[in-house]
């Protein structure tokens, strides 16, 4: 490795700027970058760094099979050179490739200063797991060097070049190690630009692996992240700035906007933002960031929910408040002959401690009207056909509301129930943004609990109620599922871990429950390929990120 003189960065101020950009709004992504720059000229950086495609914003998708559509981007670089002045400039952008190669478009970098380019970096390592599909639309670049700015040798990598190192990863996905190549050439500061998705726990993680990187290299790092929601995918934003010896130096706002100053070399305290304080604060802020984004990005301004009287319905109604203001969220209450008295209470105390719009729309007499409809029905024997035509009228009711007032359906379903079919199809998966269909049962409690710590938003008695579809007597969720603790962890272990049956078996589950629950997600892969789009929280969500067949064998 080539011997580094530091002594240049001591007066290098850098910035990141951690935008959230809307897919495809090229003129909106410039003006927001621009104001940053001179947000961060005016602080005295002399670098601002953006993340991973912030021209575009990320993941673009099948967008970038439209010719228009990589030229809108090359244009926006183009402005953004000629009007950013003052502050040199690292950002993501598409590159067209102009070589022979599988695809012709690069995911890069480009550095540039008063109008001139300076460097350009091309994203090596090209993921096609979980939620990324990178090498269906990029070339892989080839192997980068370090660039001399301001005297200082910059070591630039995108988002997934970092996630190779030998010793966080013992089973690596790539055989080349980007990072490694430039500190072996003598890089004095690392900057990765990232579009790294959010799910549970990840932050921390990333805070171990970039910090190990520093430390092993003994080299500044700086790391720059999206933020906002892009469809079900979230990202928590969080940039970093660490010491040569692997310390902690600087951290922006997670789940907001916002701009990071880092010196690389001084080692007075600098800015660093809290981080969540436990999972249920991490995720519930993900769900806000999620939903508001969602509802907004989509060009709506209100959403609609329809309260049961049970906790998804409250945590969902929770998240959508804060997310658009109670104002924004109207909620329907809609009881059948089965429902508790005691729901009739709690939906109008959630709603009134929400500030929410609340109606209530009895459907007994719609659901006899179906009953009479045909000979098939029949009310003595009160199968699932007829629990079914009860969330079916409450769908319907929901999607008449949403056309009538251009209101959002957020539907209420959690992960758990997802997983196991324990939905009606154009019933209660009725909606545009399935805002906890990642989120577990029991995780769905203990937000709620968080919700309510300094405060009882939620009525205690939703929380504590025993859990119920209340579509036929005196029913119960565990009536026909294992209790939700064992539930959640039987799935977390076939979804997430991938386990095989018997593996789960051998953690001390019942193999006939085990057997029944992998049946279950099995069977009902159908309903989840017609569900509303989910916002991912978990490290496997069902969506975009969990591509499994429909017609198939049950898998072991």
């Given at each position: 490795?080539?011997?580094?003189?530091?002594?240049?960065?001591?007066?290098?101020?850098?910035a990141?700027?951690?935008?959230?950009?809307?897919?495809?709004?090229?003129?909106?992504?410039?003006?927001?970058?621009?104001?940053?720059?001179?947000?961060?000229r005016?602080?005295?950086?002399?670098?601002?760094?953006?993340?991973?495609?912030?021209?575009?914003?990320?993941?673009?998708?099948?967008?970038?099979?439209?010719?228009?559509?990589?030229?809108?981007?090359?244009?926006?670089?183009e402005?953004?050179?000629?009007?950013?002045?003052?502050?040199?400039?690292?950002?993501?952008?598409?590159?067209?490739?102009?070589?022979?190669?599988?695809?012709?478009?690069?995911?890069?970098?480009?550095?540039?200063?008063?109008?001139?380019?300076?460097?350009?970096?091309?994203?090596?390592?090209?993921?096609?797991?979980?939620?990324?599909?990178?090498?269906?639309?990029?070339?892989?670049?080839?192997?980068?060097?370090?660039?001399?700015?301001?005297?200082?040798?910059?070591?630039?990598t995108?988002?997934?070049?970092?996630?190779?190192?030998?010793?966080?990863?013992?089973?690596?996905?790539?055989?080349?190690?980007?990072?490694?190549?430039?500190?072996?050439q003598?890089?004095?500061?690392?900057?990765?630009?990232?579009?790294?998705?959010?799910?549970?726990?990840?932050?921390?993680?990333?805070?171990?692996?970039?910090?190990?990187?520093?430390?092993?290299?003994?080299?500044?790092?700086?790391?720059?992240?999206?933020?906002?929601?892009?469809?079900?995918?979230?990202?928590?934003?969080?940039?970093?700035?660490?010491?040569?010896?692997?310390?902690?130096?600087?951290?922006?706002?997670?789940f907001v906007?916002?701009?990071?100053?880092?010196?690389?070399?001084?080692?007075?305290?600098?800015?660093?933002?809290?981080?969540?304080?436990?999972?249920?604060?991490?995720?519930?802020?993900?769900?806000?960031?999620?939903?508001?984004?969602?509802?907004?990005?989509?060009?709506?301004?209100?959403?609609?929910?329809?309260?049961?009287?049970?906790i998804?319905?409250?945590?969902?109604?929770?998240?959508?408040a804060?997310?658009?203001?109670?104002?924004?969220?109207?909620?329907?209450?809609?009881?059948?002959?089965?429902?508790?008295?005691?729901?009739?209470?709690?939906?109008?105390r959630?709603?009134?401690?929400?500030?929410?719009?609340?109606?209530?729309?009895?459907?007994?007499?719609?659901?006899?009207?179906?009953?009479?409809?045909?000979?098939?029905?029949?009310?003595?024997?009160?199968?699932?056909?007829?629990?079914?035509?009860?969330?079916?009228?409450?769908?319907?009711?929901?999607?008449?509301?949403?056309?009538?007032?251009?209101?959002?359906?957020?539907?209420?379903?959690?992960?758990?129930?997802?997983?196991v079919?324990?939905?009606?199809?154009?019933?209660?998966?009725?909606?545009?943004?399935?805002?906890?269909?990642?989120?577990?049962?029991?995780?769905?409690?203990?937000?709620?609990?968080?919700?309510?710590?300094g405060?009882?938003?939620?009525?205690?008695?939703?929380i504590?109620?025993?859990?119920?579809?209340?579509?036929?007597?005196?029913?119960?969720?565990?009536?026909?599922?294992?209790?939700?603790?064992?539930?959640?962890?039987?799935?977390?272990?076939?979804?997430?871990?991938?386990?095989?049956?018997?593996?789960?078996?051998?953690?001390?589950?019942?193999?006939?429950?085990?057997?029944?629950?992998?049946?279950?997600?099995?069977i009902?892969?159908?309903?989840?390929?017609?569900?509303?789009?989910?916002?991912?929280?978990?490290?496997?969500?069902?969506?975009?990120?969990?591509?499994?067949?429909?017609?198939?064998?049950?898998?072991?």
């Amino acid at each position: 490795m080539k011997k580094r003189n530091h002594g240049c960065m001591y007066m290098v101020r850098i910035a990141a700027g951690q935008i959230n950009p809307i897919i495809g709004d090229f003129e909106g992504n410039c003006r927001k970058m621009e104001a940053v720059a001179n947000k961060a000229r005016e602080a005295g950086c002399r670098l601002v760094v953006f993340p991973e495609l912030a021209v575009s914003g990320y993941p673009p998708r099948d967008l970038l099979e439209r010719r228009s559509f990589i030229a809108d981007n090359l244009n926006a670089v183009e402005r953004l050179m000629d009007n950013i002045q003052g502050i040199a400039v690292l950002l993501g952008y598409v590159e067209r490739n102009g070589e022979p190669g599988e695809n012709n478009l690069y995911n890069a970098a480009l550095l540039f200063e008063d109008g001139r380019v300076l460097h350009k970096v091309r994203k090596r390592l090209l993921p096609t797991y979980d939620v990324f599909d990178e090498r269906r639309y990029f070339e892989p670049g080839g192997e980068s060097t370090p660039v001399v700015w301001n005297g200082l040798r910059l070591g630039i990598t995108i988002c997934e070049d970092m996630w190779n190192d030998k010793e966080v990863f013992s089973a690596r996905k790539y055989r080349v190690d980007p990072v490694a190549d430039l500190c072996r050439q003598g890089a004095e500061l690392l900057i990765n630009i990232s579009a790294s998705p959010f799910n549970a726990g990840k932050p921390a993680f990333r805070e171990d692996l970039i910090g190990s990187v520093a430390g092993r290299y003994k080299v500044p790092v700086f790391y720059v992240n999206q933020v906002g929601g892009n469809d079900g995918l979230l990202f928590d934003g969080a940039s970093l700035g660490f010491h040569s010896d692997g310390t902690l130096a600087a951290r922006a706002e997670s789940f907001v906007e916002d701009l990071l100053v880092f010196e690389p070399m001084e080692k007075s305290p600098q800015r660093i933002a809290p981080a969540s304080s436990c999972v249920e604060e991490e995720v519930y802020r993900a769900l806000v960031m999620g939903t508001r984004d969602y509802v907004t990005k989509c060009g709506f301004k209100k959403v609609v929910i329809g309260l049961s009287g049970g906790i998804d319905s409250a945590l969902t109604a929770a998240v959508a408040a804060e997310a658009l203001g109670a104002k924004n969220v109207s909620t329907v209450y809609m009881p059948s002959e089965y429902t508790s008295s005691d729901n009739d209470e709690d939906t109008e105390r959630l709603a009134a401690t929400l500030g929410c719009g609340y109606q209530v729309v009895p459907i007994a007499s719609m659901f006899d009207a179906f009953l009479g409809a045909s000979e098939i029905f029949c009310r003595e024997e009160h199968g699932v056909t007829e629990q079914n035509i009860q969330a079916r009228v409450r769908g319907t009711l929901l999607m008449a509301f949403s056309n009538k007032t251009g209101s959002l359906v957020l539907t209420t379903g959690n992960k758990s129930e997802l997983a196991v079919g324990y939905c009606t199809l154009y019933g209660d998966m009725n909606g545009g943004l399935a805002v906890i269909s990642d989120v577990p049962k029991t995780l769905v409690w203990d937000i709620s609990r968080y919700i309510n710590r300094g405060k009882e938003v939620i009525p205690q008695r939703i929380i504590d109620k025993v859990p119920s579809a209340e579509l036929r007597p005196d029913q119960s969720d565990q009536d026909e599922l294992p209790p939700y603790e064992d539930l959640d962890a039987i799935l977390h272990a076939y979804v997430e871990q991938v386990m095989a049956p018997e593996e789960i078996v051998a953690r001390g589950y019942d193999a006939a429950v085990v057997a029944d629950v992998v049946r279950r997600v099995e069977i009902n892969e159908y309903k989840r390929q017609q569900a509303a789009p989910g916002l991912r929280v978990t490290i496997k969500a069902f969506g975009c990120g969990r591509r499994y067949p429909i017609a198939k064998a049950i898998a072991r």
